[in-house]
């Protein structure tokens, strides 16, 4: 992620030490750690929603080619997210089948 060698580590390192104190330098360092990692979790949620966007608009548009084809005549991928597009339809309807 980024380049930074150990000779920079130890730089920061003793800077840090200098700066803070071995007092407060551990809670600087946690703080550091969690804020992060807390970045991190952040970054990897959204790269998750944007992709599960995305998908959800491949198959939208597949389904769109779909309907003009008539259903008919589709290639291989476009069957495949028909039939992803109706297992899902049929996943949530089962639920309410079994309650009535």
Do not use: C
């Not at 700066?19 to 949620?45: D, F, W, Y």
């Amino acid at each position: 992620m980024f380049d930074i060698g150990f000779w920079e580590l130890l730089v920061i390192g003793v800077l840090a030490l200098l700066v803070l104190g071995p007092e407060r330098l551990p809670g600087a360092i946690r703080s550091t750690i969690n804020s992060v990692r807390s970045v991190r979790n952040a970054a990897t949620g959204f790269k998750q929603e944007v992709e599960h966007q995305l998908r959800v608009h491949e198959l939208h548009e597949n389904l769109k080619k779909a309907e003009q084809q008539g259903l008919k005549d589709m290639s291989p991928d476009l069957q495949k997210s028909v039939d992803e597009l109706k297992d899902a339809a049929k996943s949530v309807q089962e639920p309410y089948k079994k309650n009535q």
